[in-house]
Every structure is written in C-alpha cells, then in structure tokens.
C-alpha cells in the first residue's frame, strides 16, 4: 500500500529562504506545479524518455482525466501536462508515484537524462547505453547530495553517435570506441577518459563536484560558475581518484553543432527486429495518437516507448514484416512517419493562450503557416525566450508587436533580421524561404 502522497505545491513560498539557488529554480515538476495561464502545469521527467506502455496508459489517463487532455513533449524528452485545475496535485502525485514514474519524491526534478534514443537498436553508437541510464537514475535518486541539484541541470548519455552530446548537456558520457567513456563537463573543452565500467558513477561525482563549486554563487548550471571549466574539472579528477576510478586526458571530441534527430520512417538494425519512429508536430500529442502509439508499443513492439529530445517517440521490438502497416496507423493518426511532411522540422513554443508573456498564438500561426518541408529547421516563439529552441541551425520566428521577425541562427551566429506581418501569406513566404527547399 503506497502511502498518501502530499498535494503538490503551485508556485511554493520563498520568504524567508535565503539560498540564492533555492529562490531562483522555479522549474516545475511534478510535485512542484507551475501556474500558466491555461492552468497548472506539471513537468514529468522521464530518464531518458524511456517510458513501459504501462506507464504511458497512466500518463494519457491523467491528461485526459486532470488537464487538457494532450501531452506536451519538451526538448528534454520529458512529458507536460497543461491545463491542470488546482484541485488535482493528490491524484497526479499518487498516479505518477503508483506508476514508477516517481521514485524519489526529493529528486523528482533533478531525474533530467537525454539518452541516444535508437541506442542499441540500429547498430549504430559504440555501445547499449541503456545499463548507464538505468543506473545513472539510481545513483542520482540514492544520493542525498544530488537532490541539491536544480531541475535545470542535465545529464547526456550518448553511444558515441554524438545526436545527444550536441545537446550541451552539465555532464556528458559519451561512449567510445574502445569500451572506454569521455567523460565531458560543461564546455566542449573539458573531458577526460574513463572506463566504461564506471562511467555513471563518475557522473553522479561530476554532478556532486559541481554543486560545491556551485555553493554560494547562484550557480545552476556548470556554464553558469564564474571563470573556465577547468578548477571544476581538477576537483573531479581528484574525486575520481579518491573512488578509485582512473582517469586520464583525453583527445576532447569536437562537440556536434548540429543534433541527428532519428529520421522518422522503420529503424533497421542487427537484430531480428525493428523500430518504429515518428515524430509529434508542434510537440502536442492527443489521446487518439497517444492510444495509437502505446497500442503500437504493447501488441506489436516489445512494451516500450522511447521519446526523443526532439519531439518524436521511438517504438521498439517490431517484427520486421508487421512494421510497414504498424508505422501507416500511426501515419494515420496523424504522426510525422516520413521525410516529407511539412511538419517535419517545425517546432513551437507554448505560446498564447498559455502563456501570458506571448505576444501571439504562435502554434495556431505556425500550422497556418506551415509548408513543404525545408533544409533548416523552425522554431516559432511567443516572445524572446524562445523557450525550448533547438541548437546548432535554425531559422527563428519571433512574434514581435509588429509581426513577426523572421532570421536564420547558427550557434552565436544571426542572420540579417526581417520583420513581416503576421498572417500566412507572407509570413509562409518568409519562412519557406529562410528554411530553404529541400533537394
Ligand atoms: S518563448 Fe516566451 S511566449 Fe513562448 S513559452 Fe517561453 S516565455 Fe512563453
């Protein structure tokens, strides 16, 4: 019998903490709601978005039952739930505890894990991550110092393909080629060599490392300590050594600019069986899709969902003759299953009506917009956060009080700005443009 969870808190009180960190990380979970403007908001962290069917039928119930009814995918891998009236913490937290998906109340918004999402599934990567998320997770929810951690600190696990290392992760483990791991924090110079055999612990140290370093400068992220890497870097060494892991330099890979979604279509691999992937447009999934996906997941895959950093879902375990009807249903559904939908590449912030710093319904103007697929990505912001913008190159669309400004990035990189009116005519035009045309 599971004991009675506590409601969550929406916007906790602050008075009279006098941590600098304590006051600054608003970021939600699960327990800990935000208030938007179409209601609450909970964030539920999924390691390495790896979800059972279980699991999954209990996340669509609570949306359907609690909220508005869809999930919301982040650039994280995590899942949101919008529209949640103030009266559902208990049933939430109790749903999510009774589930798996909270196992550690206090680390409940320190779980923030990207993992190589076709690791182990198309023979590509140097190895099967899955041993290290699994147990990355434990250690991070055994440790009492870890839960200091904010819910903006983030773990990459990534086979050696480079697709999550371009994410610019706190502490990344990227595997190599010789059964060893690169152990990099923070910027893209600092990284050392460790066995493989060790690597989520030197993660956990890493991550331990960091919070003393952090201790008293307001610090969440390792990019967001005073000065360079290094100082942190020695600390970890040294630690590593008192652990008895061995550590040594390490030719520092050249971190990706750009990240390698999985395309979406059937994953072939080594084994008898196949993936599935297929990505959600705009990151919104309804419960018909939902009901497809996980359907797809327990009668014709192995159980599991994966979702990925960039709005898609993985599905596992397929029998390669059943996979071609399996990825048309969830075609028919209404899921992006190959190169050429216009939704492919197209991303959005929240935007209006649910958040009150949009100065534009962003989604609604991104699908009346929307195109034949182009070469560079978009995303479509409500102001100029740009909440959840991908890396690397993109064309940004931000709504201003004239329209919208419209320019391509790439890294610290803009491009020349263009500011054009809202409305799909010319807004399509400025977009298909700036995104460019594929082959
Ligand atoms: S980018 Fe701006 S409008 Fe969009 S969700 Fe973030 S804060 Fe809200």
Known sequence: MLAAMPPPAIFPARTGDASPRARGDACPGTLRLHRADDGALARVRIPGGVLSAAQADVLGKLAERLGDGELHLTSRGNVQLRGLGPDCGGELASGMAESGLLPSERHERVRNIVASPLSGLDGRGERDIRPWLSAVDELLCASDTAAGLSGRFLFALDDGRGDVDALGADVTLLARSDGAATLRVGSAESAVRIPGARAPQAALIAAEAFLDAAAG??????TDLPGDDEPLLDEIVRRLRQAGISSGP???PARPEKSAPPDP???????????????????RIGAHQWQALTGTARHHGNGELRLTPWRGLVVPGLERGRAAAALDRLGAAGLIIGPHSPWTGVGACIGRPGCARSLADVRAEAAATVGPPGTLPVYWSGCERRCGHPRGEWVDVVATPDGYRVRTVRGEERGSPLTVPAGPPALAAAVTAARGTVG
């Open 250 to 252: 390490t030719a520092v």
């Open 217 to 222: 400068s307001g610090a969440w992220r390792v």
């Open 265 to 283: 279509g059937i994953v072939t691999g080594p084994h008898n069986t196949v993936a599935l992937s297929a990505g959600v447009p705009l990151g």
